[in-house]
């Protein structure tokens, strides 16, 4: 059974600086592409960022400069280095995998930036 699990968030102040970590199981071969999205109260979810086998990465205007993306292929696992958070940054954020078959999300972890 695949499962994603992300952990790392928390209640930070504006300014400050998180790592989410996504960490797949149950998988036998190497997602093709790994994400992260948000979702904030009253928003849609959204993408954050994703990168793909061949470090290609991809982020939302709102987050460049600030936030990256990275993982660790023979793990399965995927990271997001938040930097100079923002009150807007403040939402759920979800590790997700698509493939071909199935898209697997993870159960979700919250983040709050708030002074």
């Known amino acids: 059974q695949v499962q994603l699990a992300e952990s790392g968030g928390a209640l930070v102040q504006p300014g400050e600086s998180l790592r989410l970590s996504c960490a797949a199981s149950?998988?036998?071969?190497?997602?093709?592409?790994m994400a992260w999205y948000r979702q904030a109260p009253g928003k849609e979810r959204e993408l954050v960022a994703g990168?793909?086998?061949?470090?290609?990465?991809k982020y939302a205007d709102s987050v460049k400069g600030r936030f990256t993306i990275s993982r660790e292929k023979a793990k399965n696992m995927v990271y997001l280095q938040m930097n100079d958070l923002k009150p807007e940054d403040t939402a759920v954020y979800y590790c997700?995998?698509?493939?071909?078959?199935?898209?697997?999300w993870g159960q979700g972890t919250q983040v709050t930036v708030s002074s």
């Open positions: 997700n995998a698509p493939t071909a078959r199935q898209t697997y």
């Open positions: 149950g998988y036998t071969g190497v997602f093709t592409v």
């Open positions: 990168i793909t086998t061949g470090a290609e990465r």
